[in-house]
């Protein structure tokens, strides 16, 4: 006891070692105990060697990786990163949201992992798992020419070029001198370079894959994204693979040829991945994980849930060389077993991994690995008594959460959850008087004394009710509320009525939790913002629909529908009528060539409903419309008195993906928060904003 002041002043200035409890991607960066959890970890590093081994087939498989909420799942998946990245190309997919897109969704985020670093290496997942499979290709190809082996390629190359033997002779060395060796932007011999190489590998992929489909102009356009330095031009090439048109001056940059507006997005999608995988085959297996999928359990999302098992049992058809994880709670993994074809069930878990709390010596070993680099002795900083509590918790999550709590407790003197504040002790008291006045008023014998009495205890009462508003109150410091990123935004929306005053939560530290998660994600996702991100209709309509599936649990009388004109391609958007307003919010994130047809329909929609407001949106990052037409449709939309066009600014982007992150995160259990005091507390804070006002409730204004 004579130790504890020393300790506690040693760490007050120090941040928090187990205030960092969760992993959102395997991208990031934790605090990684190896021995927890190290046998399931080897038995899906010799699934994947298994895959490799597979020469005559390549089949993909699958592993199913169960918990419960906050045991590591994800945790386990950045281990698999760090180790293999270096080797193995790892893609991370969250949930979809748009039963019509659940492919193109996939593919998405296969796009957006592919852009992430190797670590040590300057370069991106996608350009090592080109380098090595294009340098391989070349090597393998132009060795059996000079042997006079038959390639099947002679009609490309009569004899060996000098390029071709420097090609040759690089690329044996490191499969990186495709970036490193090969001239500067711009310069000619770089172009010959890549020129060569295309018709090269075009000749082998019709050789061993055929040319069918889109997969040759894939290929085409993987080879240019690997061909150029100038960040512009992969960020348009990556556009061009997300299957999104260019602008005409963007395509003779890069060279391409949009896609046709008419083609299927999905059969695309499934294409993409295609080449991918069998290009990895010249590499190593890819890791493809879905993880967040809880949502999908939900009642609504029935039939989204069967187009996510479609699209699983197509990659596992069409996309070989990967293991194929999915991340589950137990019972949810149970309900999809149930509701899933005998096939999905059968592939997607030829592999189960269970994974359970860790015994108390490992949770103990985890949090000294967490301590020691701040230099903090736990055994110094927590009793026995503190230390059973903790490891009583039934997740590693919900273990260091309640590590965290004793470590401020301990530090800043912060009281524990559950633990009585100081104005409860205050309330007692309060009881205690009422009670006492409650007995005078059983044995009083005179009218006035009892009236006297009660006009009291109606006093105490009125004065416990302020104290524990104004408590509540503090606990949501005016800082904090002010210091929150969220601006107004969007006044010029249509709403019939004013702004509901902010709803204070009845319980302190439900509103505080939310506080934290939305300033600590708000910064997460600021810094995933100017990353390549693929934009897309489908899934700006799936989050939507997310969020208003998850108010009509809070309102009850909320309705959802589409509209339709005839045959004729409309934006993607949602109707959505409350008892005193309908609403059509609508995503165009089309190229400016196919804007104007699909904004034409939109107006004609807003002249065919004259009681319903209809708003327009597009994200700012996208190209901005210069074309006269289509200038001239969003001026239209913009004079309507029942319409707006609004390029989506950062920070509108942000606090929609936020709302939308919250509400999938409840979903998840990765952020154990009730639903309903979220939103209400959603209210609160963003009552200006678009997408909180359509729900909130019309004020009486007799009151």
């Not at 941040?15 to 105990?33: A, C, E, I, K």
């Not at 995503?587 to 807003?606: A, G, H, T, W």
């Not at 919250?662 to 959603?682: C, M, P």
């Amino acid at each position: 006891m004579m130790e504890q002041p020393t300790t506690v002043e040693k760490i007050v200035s120090k941040p928090n070692p187990f205030s960092n409890t969760r992993v959102d991607t395997p991208f990031q960066n934790h605090t990684d105990l190896k021995e927890i959890y190290q046998d399931e970890f080897e038995r899906l590093k010799s699934i994947i060697t298994d895959i490799k081994d597979d020469v005559e087939n390549h089949q993909s498989k699958g592993a199913v990786v169960t918990g419960e909420p906050g045991t590591g799942k994800t945790h386990l998946m950045m281990r698999l990163a760090k180790e293999r990245l270096k080797n193995n190309r790892l893609l991370f997919i969250r949930q979809p949201n748009n039963i019509n897109s659940v492919l193109y969704h996939i593919y998405s985020r296969v796009l957006e992992s592919f852009v992430e670093k190797v670590p040590n290496s300057p370069y991106s997942q996608l350009e090592h798992l080109l380098a090595t499979s294009f340098s391989k290709i070349i090597v393998e190809t132009f060795r059996a020419f000079r042997n006079k082996r038959s390639t099947g390629l002679f009609d490309y190359f009569r004899k060996l070029t000098d390029k071709d033997r420097y090609l040759l002779e690089v690329l044996s060395k490191d499969p990186l001198n495709l970036y490193k060796a090969l001239g500067q932007e711009g310069a000619r011999s770089k172009r010959e370079y890549w020129q060569r190489i295309e018709l090269l590998l075009d000749g082998w992929w019709k050789k061993n894959h055929g040319d069918s489909g889109y997969s040759t102009a894939i290929l085409k356009g993987i080879i240019k994204f690997c061909s150029y330095s100038d960040p512009y031009k992969k960020r348009l090439v990556g556009k061009w693979l997300s299957a999104n048109d260019l602008e005409d001056h963007e395509l003779e940059s890069v060279g391409l040829k949009n896609w046709k507006e008419e083609g299927n997005k999905e059969a695309f999608s499934l294409t993409a991945m295609t080449v991918f995988a069998k290009l990895s085959i010249m590499d190593e297996p890819l890791i493809i994980i879905f993880d967040q999928l809880e949502g999908l359990g939900l009642e609504h999302n029935k039939a989204l849930l069967q187009s996510f098992g479609d699209a699983v049992k197509e990659l596992f058809t069409y996309v070989p060389n990967s293991l194929i994880i999915l991340n589950l709670f137990p019972d949810r993994w149970e309900y999809f077993k149930a509701f899933f074809d005998g096939s999905v069930v059968g592939r997607v878990s030829q592999s189960q991994i269970v994974l359970y709390k860790p015994s108390d010596e490992q949770l103990k070993k985890l949090l000294f690995f967490k301590a020691q680099m701040l230099r903090v002795d736990i055994e110094r900083l927590f009793t026995q008594e503190d230390l059973n509590d903790i490891f009583s918790q039934h997740s590693i999550r919900e273990v260091l959460n309640r590590a965290s709590h004793y470590y401020r407790y301990r530090s800043q003197n912060i009281p524990l959850p559950g633990a009585i504040p100081p104005e409860k002790s205050f309330e007692y008291e309060v009881k205690e008087e009422i009670k006492g006045l409650k007995e005078q008023l059983n044995v009083s014998s005179f009218e006035d004394e009892v009236r006297a009495s009660f006009k009291s205890l109606i006093g105490e009462i009125s004065a416990l009710r302020m104290l524990i508003e104004s408590a509540v109150r503090k606990s949501i410091t005016p800082s904090v509320v002010e210091s929150t990123p969220f601006s107004p935004s969007y006044d010029q929306m249509p709403t019939p009525f004013e702004t509901m005053s902010p709803v204070v939560e009845s319980t302190a530290s439900a509103s505080s939790l939310i506080l934290e998660y939305l300033e600590r994600e708000k910064a997460f996702l600021e810094e995933e913002y100017e990353k390549l991100i693929i934009i897309s209709d489908s899934d700006d309509m799936g989050k939507l629909l997310t969020v208003t599936e998850a108010f009509k649990t809070l309102k009850h009388n909320i309705e959802t529908d589409r509209l339709i004109l005839g045959k004729r391609k409309l934006p993607e958007h949602l109707l959505i009528k409350t008892p005193i307003q309908s609403i059509v919010i609508g995503f165009l994130q089309v190229s400016d060539m196919v804007f104007p047809s699909r904004i034409k329909n939109f107006n004609e929609l807003v002249r065919n409903y004259e009681g319903i407001q209809f708003t327009l949106f597009r994200d700012v990052r996208e190209t901005t419309i210069t074309g006269k037409v289509g200038k001239a449709e969003i001026e239209k939309l913009n004079q309507a008195h029942n319409g707006q066009f609004i390029y989506m600014d950062k920070e509108d982007r942000l606090t929609f993906e936020i709302i939308y992150k919250l509400i999938v995160d409840i979903q998840n259990k990765d952020f154990e928060v009730d639903l309903e005091k979220a939103l209400k507390t959603l209210e609160s804070l963003m009552s200006h904003y678009w997408l909180i006002k359509m729900f909130k409730p019309v004020p009486n204004l007799n009151d």
